[in-house]
């Protein structure tokens, strides 16, 4: 079985002070690895796909890295809008998506 | 429209009513998808749809009844539904089936308020 799971469940930061958000997967075979962002009352905004560890993408002040066990999520200098929760799912040979409970960032001014 | 639609975008319905949730999207994909997101839990899948064809059921009591009419368009029929369905409903969309390699695309959800 599939599982996700993504640390810390709620992170603030100050404007401008850096930081990771962690998912930890465990899956048979994974086929890919996709970062997600939601506000509140709002569905998820797809971010990236990783593919294979080692891989990483870029994205404004987001950078998304994967190893075999995990993916990272790391926010440079970060603002007030990138206040979100970010979510972290899995695609292997379950043939579903399967999600994490995400990661509340809250950017203060 | 772009994306994915979703309407209505709120709902408040009796457990003994019958509504219908609707779904449209315009990126000419090939896959969509129903979930439901509660409080604090991840996403659940509840239906698959490919080339208008259910693939997956996972487990979904029957009062939640989905229907696929055409590769655009995606409804979740409600009926006698209970407190506990209270949540958002999301419908997505892919290019080729989850479990492969396409990223899905949201809907803005509909939340749905059971009294």
């Known amino acids: 079985e599939d599982q996700v799971t993504q640390s810390p469940e709620a992170l603030r930061l100050q404007e401008g002070e850096s930081s990771s958000l962690n998912c930890s997967y465990t899956v048979s075979g994974l086929r890919g690895l996709f970062w997600y962002r939601q506000d509140p009352g709002k569905g998820p905004e797809f971010l990236f796909t990783?593919?294979?560890a080692g891989e990483e993408k870029e994205k404004e002040r987001l950078k998304a890295t994967l190893t075999k066990k995990e993916s990272f999520l790391h926010i440079t200098a970060p603002k007030p809008e990138d206040s979100a929760t970010y979510l972290c799912a899995v695609s292997g040979s379950a043939r579903q998506l399967t999600f994490g409970s995400g990661t509340q960032l809250t950017v203060l001014p | 429209e772009t994306g994915v639609t979703q309407t209505p975008r709120h709902l408040v319905m009796g457990m003994t009513n019958k509504k219908s949730l609707k779904c449209e999207q315009h990126l000419g994909h090939n896959a969509m998808y129903w979930y439901k997101q509660s409080a604090k839990k991840p996403l659940e899948l509840m239906f698959v749809?490919?080339?208008?064809?259910?693939?997956e059921n996972n487990s979904v009591p029957s009062r939640f009844s989905p229907e696929c009419p055409n590769s655009s368009h995606l409804f979740l029929h409600l009926h006698t539904l209970q407190p506990e369905d209270s949540a958002l409903y999301l419908c997505?969309?892919?290019?080729?089936?989850?479990?492969?390699?396409?990223?899905?695309?949201f809907g803005p959800g509909t939340r749905l308020t059971v009294t």
């Open positions: 749809y490919s080339l208008e064809e259910r693939v």
């Open positions: 997505a969309s892919s290019q080729g089936l989850a479990g492969g390699q396409s990223e899905q695309y």
């Open positions: 990783l593919y294979s």
